[in-house]
């Protein structure tokens, strides 16, 4: 059946016609607009029949999509338009792909059908040269944004925001002024250029995180979105992460436990108005670090990958949530691959993660995503 809003999506720089990231002003704001507002790639779809709950569809010129992409079908005509919306395949093949419908009744699709790499489910709120303002298209969100300013070519400026009135006026920023003068940093490129840079994005319609390979070898890893809050009263519990210089190796500090630097939320739990620091914990084996543990993997016996949630604490002091589908391993990041796809996670049974290697301000770590959803 039809994918809801809080389904994830996952987005990389080797899918085809994919948008670029480059040393270039504009690059980020295209490529997140791309993935989380728009969608990309679309195909003509020659034809979509349904048999038995599965729908089958054919793109003769040849098939892009492959199994567990989220896309969207549009243009469906007649007693089966209730194939238009988002579908997460079961398969991908040289021109067909197939799709989970249901109760949906057999028969062929009528119209002129189109599908495209679906968006996360965000919206532009406001835009300008080089610059956008995000929000979750999704009502039952914060509804917090994050303005991008990507004037820059080798990194953009990174400000949240309670709410805006254009894409340069906001009230209740995180980080202030005081805390970081023009806001925090994200890393594109250690070049000016048109070098394109390896990329990942996995988002629901609440919360995304990014990974950049700024030089092409070492990532660095952001978030910006809802947690999942401990209060559920608790409408700061929105958390941005972000470079406080113009260091690009300093910016990947996503990975850091027990620090403050580089994470910023709107306000405080009490819901006083001004932005405060926020601190990541996970449990004691992940070291210094998430990915820093020194567990064997695979766990003898059992042959499991164990990892923990990500906590997220205002000051460490008070916890305001959990990072929605971030994990952290309490292996070493050296015995694990990055990108490997990993299905024997202990505890969380019938779920796809990928392993994401990063940088931190301590060194190289790694913690999995859950690809399977929902995170909420």
């Not at 990309?40 to 569809?57: H, K, M, W």
């Not at 067909?96 to 028969?107: A, L, Y």
Request: include cysteine; aromatic fraction near 8%.
């Amino acid at each position: 059946m039809a994918i809801i809003n809080n389904a994830v999506r996952s987005y990389n720089s080797t899918m085809p016609n994919g948008p670029q990231l480059a040393g270039t002003a504009g690059s980020l704001v295209a490529l997140l607009k791309a993935c989380l507002v728009d969608g990309f790639d679309p195909r003509s779809v020659n034809s979509i029949s349904v048999s038995g709950g599965i729908a089958t569809a054919t793109i003769s010129a040849g098939n892009p999509f492959a199994a567990n992409d989220v896309i969207r079908i549009a243009g469906v005509t007649g007693a089966l338009s209730a194939l238009n919306g988002d579908w997460r395949l079961s398969s991908g093949a040289a021109t067909t792909f197939t799709f989970d419908v249901g109760s949906m009744p057999d028969g062929s699709a009528a119209g002129t059908m189109t599908a495209l790499r679906a968006p996360a489910g965000w919206v532009q709120a406001f835009s300008a040269t080089n610059k956008a303002a995000f929000k979750s298209g999704d009502v039952t969100a914060t509804g917090k944004l994050l303005r991008v300013d990507d004037s820059i070519a080798t990194y953009a400026r990174v400000i949240g925001y309670e709410t805006m009135s254009d894409v340069d006026t906001g009230t209740g920023p995180f980080p202030t002024e005081a805390l970081v003068a023009g806001g925090g940093y994200w890393g594109k490129s250690s070049a000016a250029s048109g070098t394109a840079r390896t990329w990942r994005i996995r988002a629901d319609a609440g919360g995304f995180e990014i990974s950049v390979q700024y030089d092409g070898t070492t990532w660095q890893t952001h978030w910006f979105g809802d947690l999942l809050r401990e209060s559920p009263t608790d409408e700061a519990a929105v958390l941005l992460t972000c470079g406080e210089n113009t260091s690009l190796s300093a910016m990947g500090n996503l990975l850091t436990v027990n620090n403050n630097a580089g994470r910023f939320m709107p306000r405080a739990y009490s819901q006083a108005a001004g932005a405060v620091r926020a601190r990541e914990f996970a449990h004691p084996l992940t070291g210094s670090g998430v990915g820093f543990g020194g567990l064997d993997y695979p766990a003898p016996g059992s042959g499991l990958l164990y990892v923990t949630p990500i906590e997220i604490w205002e000051n460490g002091a008070v916890i305001r949530g959990v990072l929605p589908g971030v994990y952290g391993p309490l292996h070493s990041q050296s015995q694990l691959t990055d990108g490997a796809l990993e299905t024997s996670i202990a505890g969380l049974p019938g779920r796809r993660f990928v392993v994401q290697k990063s940088n931190s301000n301590i060194g190289p770590g790694a913690f999995v995503i859950d690809t399977t959803g929902p995170w909420r």
